[in-house]
């Protein structure tokens, strides 16, 4: 029998055919040292630094901090797209402060390593009673580094991870500790919830959780104009929802997710990374004849079942990304989401038939956090895609201006042109931010050059 995905393939063919101790990475050919290159995922963000560094204690990490001189730049997993890593200086790595330090069941609260990796949170808070309240859809990034940048999930009563945060330890460029929550120094808690690493290492995070629950997942296929006719709703309806558009297709899907005490069971799924290389042969073969392209893509995605999957949350939450990408996203105010959705869509079919990336659109609640996307904003965020070794600058630069022509605010991990001024105007507490960082690290040394321009500081 033929598979859905060797039918898709047939008919693309057929249409056009007829670890050790804080250590000094370097490598020495010949007697001479020779700097490692450091770079991004998808390979868009590229440095050349001096040291990169992962310590296995604070002491460690204390030493370096005080003994070092330059520019210091925290990285974990490297997932994202904006030039906040790139670095001639120091790169710190919090690799093996990795895990969790302690838990109040009582209060559902648990306190981990900034360097652990999401996907690595689920099972030992599951262990002792505990669950995140929400996830993104990677979860390999480092608990530290989805909090600088505001990592989010979905759902529109549930705020980004940052929001989660009830209490955090802070390394300055000194090498002193900082303590902080919303009774001790609560102004640098307002700023290094969400801080692009510019305040310093985020050692110890206390995070606000809930009791473990299981989650029924739901994908269901749909035409374009039925999506965004019922996004709204079941937006409303569900505890987590997210929906993506297909290009050159006409039709996407929605996904689900509600609290349930059904036992685990899935049905069988699609993998999406074939089905993310299914496009591009589509695109490969069907760029110039987007009608047939359509067609085909569209007759396929009807053909398809919908999907259920239960399982505790943290396994229900994240798919596997294995096909690399670069990203851009806005933060969009919530009532002006579906409107420069549409507007998207309508832009990347009439001048880029090269993309074959789905659309991605999720909703966010929004805070109180000096720096998140969120302030004061309960948002739609929308991102667009393009695959790693393709130019993205075209693209990004047509859809960029509709996302910020309907109130949005770049995700600080993705690709976007703001600058200094750009950013002041979105952020009411940009400047309340920036003399917190003036105090913490009056040199600048958790700058680089990117940020030193964001700041209008000399490093």
């Known amino acids: ?172 460029a000194r090498g002193e500790l900082h303590w902080c929550d919303a009774d001790s120094n609560p102004e640098l808690f307002q700023a290094a919830r969400v801080s692009l690493g510019a305040l310093g290492v985020h050692t110890r995070l206390r995070l606000q959780n809930t009791a473990p629950y299981r989650l029924q997942r739901r994908t269901v296929w749909r035409e374009f104009d039925e999506m965004v006719e019922l996004a709204e709703d079941l937006a409303d309806r569900h505890r987590n929802f997210e929906m993506y558009y297909i290009p050159f297709s006409g039709m996407g899907f929605t996904d689900a997710h509600d609290i349930t005490d059904q036992p685990p069971a899935s049905t069988a799924k699609i993998d999406g990374n074939e089905g993310v290389q299914d496009l591009k042969l589509a695109r490969d073969w069907l760029e110039s004849m987007p009608r047939l392209r359509q067609l085909i893509l569209g007759g396929y995605a009807r053909t398809l079942e919908d999907e259920i999957t239960i399982a505790t949350s943290w396994k229900n939450y994240a798919s596997e990304r294995n096909v690399r990408f670069n990203e851009m996203e806005y933060h969009l105010p919530r009532e002006n989401g579906i409107k420069a959705l549409i507007e998207v869509r309508q832009a990347l079919e009439s001048l880029h038939p090269e993309v074959f990336f789905p659309i991605e659109f999720r909703y966010v609640k929004g805070d109180d956090i000096w720096l998140s996307p969120f302030y004061q904003q309960d948002s739609c965020s929308i991102a667009v895609h393009r695959y790693f070794e393709e130019d993205f600058e075209p693209y990004f630069r047509t859809i960029e201006p509709i996302l910020r022509s309907n109130g949005g605010r770049p995700h600080w991990g993705k690709l976007n042109t703001l600058g200094q001024d750009d950013f002041r105007r979105l952020y009411p507490r940009w400047d309340d931010f920036e003399a917190v960082r003036r105090e913490i690290d009056p040199q600048g040394r958790f700058l680089n050059d990117y940020l030193a321009g964001l700041f209008g500081a000399d490093r």
Request: proline share 6%.
């Open 1 to 172: 029998m033929i598979s859905r995905r060797n039918l898709l393939t047939s008919l693309v063919l057929a249409a056009t055919a007829g670890g050790l101790g804080p250590v000094t990475v370097r490598a020495n050919v010949s007697g001479k040292e020779r700097r490692l290159p450091w770079r991004n995922w998808s390979g868009s963000q590229v440095c050349l630094p001096s040291a990169r560094v992962a310590p296995a204690t604070v002491d460690e990490l204390q030493a370096l901090l005080a003994s070092t001189t330059g520019p210091v730049r925290p990285v974990g997993a490297g997932h994202s797209f904006s030039p906040l890593v790139p670095t001639d200086g120091t790169l710190v790595s919090l690799s093996r402060l990795s895990g969790l330090i302690d838990h109040d069941g009582e209060a559902n609260r648990a306190t981990l390593w900034g360097g652990t990796r999401l996907g690595d949170i689920g099972q030992p808070l599951e262990d002792v009673g505990q669950a995140l309240i929400n996830m993104p859809d990677i979860d390999e990034q480092t608990l530290a580094g989805s909090l600088a940048t505001a990592t989010h999930g979905t759902g529109v009563s549930i705020g980004c991870m940052s929001d989660f945060i009830v209490g955090l330890e802070l390394l300055d």
